[in-house]
């Protein structure tokens, strides 16, 4: 697999992502309300919560995706706002509670223009990294079928070797586990 390091050209890998006293407000409910914490790379760190208890809003605002109401976010210790938003955007990977995987598009293709996005290099080193996530995920069968045509459980091991594709410093997953069967 492709190191991290080279993935990210001219970016130093990111070391922390912080939350400072976040709130959502989405008119007059509240999703947030002073939210704080540290996430350091290498730290596995689990939100737990009920449904609709903020976690989904809280990795939106944390990977850049959604503004906070109030409070910030600091990379590095630098504002959130103040950073390179394509240089942060590479070293997250992101998986939300929906594969968005796209449904014409077979395994490989789909991973095929995620490389594309993240620059991973020639076409035959991206191909082989490629056949590895495929493999790595069971998709390998599978992987010149379109998306639409299967279940939810492989949509989601799809998704999830196009979160980790890259060798992202940061991984932020949203109910990652859906679907998935115990294997």
């Not at 939100?47 to 109401?69: C, D, Y």
Request: hydrophobic residues 45%; charged residues 25%.
């Amino acid at each position: 697999m492709a190191d991290a390091a080279e993935n990210r050209p001219g970016a130093a890998a990111l070391t922390s992502i912080q939350a400072r006293d976040l709130y959502k407000d989405y008119g007059r409910h509240r999703a947030l309300s002073g939210v704080s914490l540290r996430l350091k790379a290498g730290q596995v760190t689990a939100l737990l919560g009920e449904n609709g208890a903020g976690k989904s809003t809280l990795l939106a605002i944390l990977a850049g995706l959604l503004r906070p109401t109030r409070g910030d976010v600091r990379v590095d210790d630098q504002p959130l706002a103040d950073i390179d938003a394509e240089a942060f955007r590479r070293q997250l990977g992101v998986l939300s509670h929906e594969p968005r995987c796209y449904a014409e598009l077979s395994p490989r293709e789909n991973l095929r223009l995620f490389a594309r996005l993240y620059e991973l290099g020639a076409a035959e080193r991206a191909d082989a990294h490629l056949d590895g996530w495929l493999a790595r995920v069971g998709l390998d069968r599978a992987a010149d079928r379109p998306a639409r045509t299967m279940s939810r459980g492989m949509l989601q091991r799809l998704a999830i070797a196009r979160t980790l594709l890259h060798a992202p410093a940061f991984v932020l997953l949203d109910e990652p586990y859906t679907g998935l069967d115990q294997a």
